[in-house]
């Protein structure tokens, strides 16, 4: 029972881990992609931008060009309607002018959205990128698949790497008092019917022990 319940832990991890991946993947298309290059004789990160930037970088092109496009058209109507005379003309130029303004207003609505989705879009690169070190650095970590420590603890994922040390996420891969529950079972001298009720209700425990009462703890291995 401890096996199969160890065994679940690191199906939960692996399963953990492959989701983070699974994440970053779908996420790296449209935030952008995180890459290791050469500067002069250091190796730094490069970031390249996904296409959600391209596009809102492409709106904001035809923003300006619309802008400037009525800004010209602002130019034209100065120099119009100081020589006009009829009414009438003064009329549909006057229309033109009001249509203007509304125009270039809902461009600055529009622009103001697409910065406020930039900023957003920022902020998830910072996180983004920051995962994407992480999982690099747990690829390339001692514990770069999840392992069982001291035949009590299951690595779930490695939290953060620093010049010293690795600091990973853990749980206890055995509740204590689900283990002497089971222990008692077992020594009993019962019926059938008894032993398979009493083993439904182990499984029972054991499952509420992985969902609800898992035990999560920091650990720091050192990395020398």
Same mark, same amino acid.
């Given at each position: ?11 939960? /991890?692996?399963?953990?881990? @492959? @989701? +983070? ?19 002069? +004789? ?18 904001? $092109? $035809?923003?300006?060009? *619309? ?20 009414? @009438?003309?003064?009329?549909?130029? /006057?229309? %033109?002018?009001?249509?203007?303004? /509304?125009? #270039? ?8 959205? #697409?910065?406020?989705?930039? /900023?957003? #879009? ?5 996180? &983004? @990128?920051?995962?994407?070190?992480? !999982? ?8 770069? *698949?999840?392992?069982? #420590? ?8 490695? &939290? ?15 509740? %204590? ?14 019926? %059938?019917?008894?032993?398979?009720? !009493?083993?439904?209700? !182990?499984?029972?425990? !054991?499952? %509420? ?16």
């Amino acid at each position: 029972m401890r096996d199969s319940l160890r065994d679940a832990m690191l199906q939960l /991890a692996t399963h953990e881990r @492959a @989701a +983070a991946r699974t994440r970053v993947h779908e996420e790296s298309h449209t935030i952008g992609q995180l890459s290791v290059g050469r500067v002069g +004789a250091q190796m730094v990160d490069i970031w390249k931008e996904g296409k959600a930037f391209h596009e809102i970088e492409c709106r904001l $092109a $035809a923003i300006n060009t *619309k802008r400037d496009e009525l800004r010209q058209q602002k130019k034209t109507f100065d120099q119009t309607v100081k020589s006009l005379k009829d009414e @009438a003309q003064l009329n549909y130029w /006057a229309i %033109q002018e009001e249509m203007r303004k /509304a125009t #270039l207003e809902n461009l600055k609505k529009e622009e103001k959205e #697409l910065r406020d989705e930039l /900023a957003r #879009l920022h902020s998830e690169k910072h996180v &983004l @990128a920051k995962e994407m070190r992480r !999982i690099n650095d747990e690829d390339n970590s001692r514990f770069r *698949k999840p392992q069982v #420590l001291l035949e009590r603890f299951v690595i779930i994922s490695l &939290l953060g790497r620093g010049g010293f040390s690795e600091v990973y996420k853990v749980s206890q891969s055995i509740n %204590q008092s689900i283990n002497q529950s089971i222990n008692q079972s077992i020594n009993q001298s019962i019926n %059938q019917s008894i032993n398979q009720s !009493i083993n439904q209700s !182990i499984n029972q425990s !054991i499952n %509420q022990s992985i969902n609800q009462s898992m035990l999560m703890r920091m650990m720091i291995v050192t990395t020398s």
